[in-house]
């Protein structure tokens, strides 16, 4: 009998994917997602988590969506015995923001939907409005921004609000959502850069994630041999030189990751992503 691909339940695990290639993530994040879309199948919704065209950070976005999306939880009753008086026990209060989509709202009409998750849309737009205002850096912030930015579900559908809510849930859960969690990361960044780059400014860092997320795309396998400390390295460095040119950076760290996995194809006689 073939062994069940286990499901990851707690967004924590999705961290230690990030270094790993673009194949190996999706290996992983697979049951997860197929598990979620069968859950949102099954309860009636037209909503499906693709993985389709996606690199290794998209797919564990997406996987964070499908995390949220939680099994259909049966209504216990309580116990009746006889003789003895039955009182309702206090439900405990539960926070307005939420971290996943509600239980039932494949039951819920659109405006329900959209009045239930309202609070954490907002919540949303607030942590997106300090970190932008700090300008410090944060993989969350630049996520969203990629993703279509300000949260809204004003005029929109009931599944678009689902998509949007789904969006804005991921992102708070996103540690770096938090202007404590970008300090800390900003803080590890610091650490990685040499001391020609030590003086790095907001737009530069800027060049340097907008560099980096593309070299993720175009070869995750190069990347994630040649090293993603490494690389973000070489490219403060390029950023912060007084004859920067984008795409003279973007062919000199293509010219290194396939330098580096050249190197690893040798000594294990793998086949080269580059020629695929």
Do not use: C, W
Not at 29 to 51: E, F, H, M, W, Y
Not at 209 to 215: N, T
Request: aromatic share 6%; net charge positive; hydrophobic share 35%.
């Amino acid at each position: 009998m073939a062994r069940k691909s286990k499901t990851i339940k707690d967004i924590l695990e999705l961290t230690n994917l990030v270094t790993l290639a673009r194949n190996e993530i999706y290996e992983r994040l697979k049951p997860t997602i197929d598990a979620a879309n069968k859950r949102l199948k099954r309860q009636g919704v037209d909503l499906k988590l693709s993985t389709k065209g996606k690199s290794g950070l998209e797919l564990i976005e997406t996987a964070k969506q499908a995390i949220s999306v939680q099994p259909k939880q049966p209504i216990r009753q309580p116990k009746q015995t006889q003789g003895i008086r039955q009182t309702t026990a206090k439900q405990p209060r539960q926070s307005r923001v939420a971290k996943q989509l509600p239980q039932n709202f494949e039951t819920m009409k659109r405006n329900e939907l959209a009045k239930q998750l309202q609070p954490t849309i907002d919540a949303a737009n607030k942590r997106l409005k300090r970190l932008q205002e700090m300008q410090t850096l944060s993989p969350a912030l630049n996520s969203v921004m990629e993703s279509g930015g300000k949260f809204t579900i004003k005029g929109k559908s009931r599944n678009e609000v689902l998509k949007e809510a789904s969006r804005a849930i991921a992102f708070i859960n996103m540690k770096t959502s938090t202007v404590a969690g970008a300090k800390q990361f900003e803080k590890g960044f610091s650490a990685k850069l040499s001391n020609k780059a030590k003086d790095i400014t907001n737009e530069q860092r800027k060049l340097l994630f907008d560099s980096f997320r593309k070299l993720q795309q175009i070869s995750p396998v190069g990347l994630n041999i040649y090293g993603s400390d490494k690389l973000i390295r070489m490219l403060a460095d390029e950023v912060t030189d007084d004859n920067y040119s984008f795409e003279s950076t973007m062919q000199k760290a293509l010219n290194e990751l396939q330098s580096e996995y050249e190197n690893f194809q040798l000594e294990n006689d793998e086949l080269n992503p580059f020629d695929l």
